[in-house]
């Protein structure tokens, strides 16, 4: 079935650390986002992508950064930088273009980050 | 500010009643609005979708409602089931830039 995977559905990250969330489509969209959610809060955007090696900062991107060398893959790197990480963070895909106002953005499951 | 929020933090229906869950956003250029079901511990779900141009848009068992004079969009839900329980948000684009932006969320608790 088409759709977005994410994992590991749980990460823990140590002082220093820094930590990758994957983040895979079989949608054929080509943009795609990160958000990250605090509890009862709704989503701000980290990153997007709209092609293969093009992305943009979103509102919260200080402490994340990403790549997007393939088009169904979209990495988010929680580095030691970001001082308050525990969230949960969504990957999200879109047909069409970023500017395209007309495609709803389409939701993996999350993975859900924590301090040890 | 730009802001796209919702009247009631909170709604709890019994099953088989109908379910309002209202958003009110302030940007009067936006031109698409979306409505999601988030359950516990998982990515939020499309429910339904309306432009601009249109007032309302009927899916399977929900009615988006859009009043573009006092910015307000709503959900209808009936016969709400057990099943429907989850956080609904609402979220907004604007016609330029595509950005998304979600309201805070409503959560909807069906009691048996």
């Known amino acids: 079935d088409g759709g977005i995977t994410q994992s590991p559905k749980y990460l823990f990250r140590k002082e220093g650390q820094n930590v990758t969330l994957s983040c895979e489509q079989n949608?054929?969209?080509?943009?795609m986002y990160w958000y990250r959610q605090d509890p009862g809060q709704g989503l701000r955007l980290i990153y997007y992508?709209?092609?293969?090696?093009?992305?943009q900062k979103g509102d919260i991107a200080e402490g994340y950064s990403v790549s997007r060398e393939k088009k169904e893959s979209f990495p988010l790197t929680v580095t030691s930088a970001q001082k308050n990480p525990t969230a949960f963070y969504l990957c999200a895909s879109k047909l069409g273009y970023v500017g395209n106002s007309n495609q709803p953005q389409h939701f993996g499951d999350g993975t859900r980050l924590s301090i040890l | 500010g730009e802001s796209v929020g919702l009247h009631l933090p909170t709604l709890s229906v019994q099953e088989g009643d109908n379910s309002i869950i209202n958003c009110a956003y302030s940007?009067?250029?936006?031109?698409?609005f979306i409505w999601y079901k988030q359950e516990s511990g998982k990515g939020p779900q499309f429910i339904i979708d309306?432009?601009?141009?249109?007032d309302k848009r009927q899916g399977q068992r929900v009615t988006v409602l859009l009043n573009k004079t006092v910015k307000h969009l709503s959900l209808q839900i009936a016969a709400t089931q057990p099943g429907d329980s989850a956080v609904y948000f609402c979220a907004e684009i604007h016609n330029q830039g595509g950005k998304l932006i979600f309201g805070q969320g409503t959560e909807l608790s069906v009691k048996p």
């Open positions: 940007n009067s250029a936006s031109d698409y």
């Open positions: 992508s709209q092609i293969v090696n093009d992305f």
């Open positions: 949608l054929n969209h080509d943009a």
């Open positions: 309306i432009r601009s141009n249109m």
